[in-house]
């Protein structure tokens, strides 16, 4: 046993369900116990400090435009452009604001 009040198992605490049905887990001497990893592909987007959610990184084959930023999201993606760029589709392409017109 190990923790502040020994009442961690080694060796235990990997038990069904304790992480994203997307991740491994691992044991190991964190405070929890053990280490939630998301496979090849998916990446963690959970808040700080909660628990591990694994999403497919659709950001990972980069589907908006060069200029834009991608958040990926459960189950999809948003595509933010810079300021000084306008888009007609949610980022997936943006275009230059021309200020001299």
Not at 44 to 54: F, K, M, R, S, T
Not at 60 to 79: K, L
């Amino acid at each position: 046993f190990f923790g502040a009040h020994c009442d961690k198992a080694l060796g235990y605490p990997c038990v069904k369900d304790r992480c994203d049905v997307n991740a491994t887990c691992t044991n190991d001497a964190t405070p929890d116990g053990y280490n939630c990893t998301c496979y090849d592909g998916y990446a963690n987007i959970a808040a700080a400090g909660g628990p591990v959610v694994c999403d497919l990184d659709e950001c990972a084959t980069a589907p908006c435009d060069d200029v834009a930023t991608c958040g990926n999201t459960v189950g999809g993606f948003t595509c933010t452009c810079p300021s000084g760029y306008e888009t007609p589709d949610a980022g997936v392409t943006c275009a230059d604001i021309n200020e001299c017109s």
